[in-house]
């Protein structure tokens, strides 16, 4: 009797033993492989991510797809067809990655260029008006100027404020600057030298007495008469140019001695010196 309890006791414990192995790997076998729990790991960041909802949703549903046929493979034994669909879909995930860096990378491409694009325009706007600011600052403080100077006028011009100072007078045939000009000339180098930025281009006309050859170095040499007049009052060199225009451009008949003299004139030509550059 003894000895057949205890051998119904050890059939008993190795059954149970055996029972505990089986359901250890029936657990076991219902464990998905690593390499598919990490396609579904993946999916589920996919899912998740804005930047592939974004731009890559249709390449996120078709990886999708792939991972559910790959489990489908893998719970029916069909260990071919799981390795055939896993290979599909970690290529698939491959290229929803690829194709959402690739949109979003273009997409940062074209807001880059239209911010700059905005930037440029800005920038051309920008620099049209302070030029226009420029410009009417010049044009006001030539003005003020010619209200300060005796018989001078103010005209725009494409090349910049024109000042014509028919009070710089000339004798005939010479170059030499007629007494009574020197005051005006003195309001002229103060008043560019309170205004620093100004530049002048100072061009010389002469009436039609004479050759033309002769007239235009005449007209050279009476321009440079009034710019070592202003250099002389403190104007500085690199401010002033002179041009001699001789006896093109006159302002009125030379037919008579009254409109050879206005013809004998001076005019300046004003700018600030980043126009000017």
Known sequence: MTISIKC???NYRTVTSMSCLLLIAGCASNQAPPELEKQKQTLNEMENSPVISQYAPIERDEYSKLVSKTEEAWQKNKDDLYKHNLYLAERQADITRGTADTKNYQEKIRESAQQHQVMLQQSQEDRLSSAKNRASSAED????LAQ?????KTKKTDRGMVLTLSSILFESGTA????????TLEKLATY????????VVIEGFTDSVGAASYNKQLSENRA??????????????????AVGRGESYPVTDNTTPAGRQQNRRVELIINEESEAS
């Not at 202003?230 to 690199?238: A, F, K, M, Y």
């Open 8 to 10: 119904r006791t050890m």
């Open 148 to 152: 300060e100077l005796e018989n001078a």
């Open 176 to 183: 030499e600057i007629k007494p009574g000009s020197e005051r």
């Open 224 to 241: 440079r008469s009034v710019m070592q007049a202003l250099n002389e009052n403190g104007v500085d060199e690199s401010r002033v140019s």
């Open 192 to 199: 560019l030298k309170e205004y620093p930025e100004l530049k």
């Open 141 to 144: 403080k030539i003005k003020r």
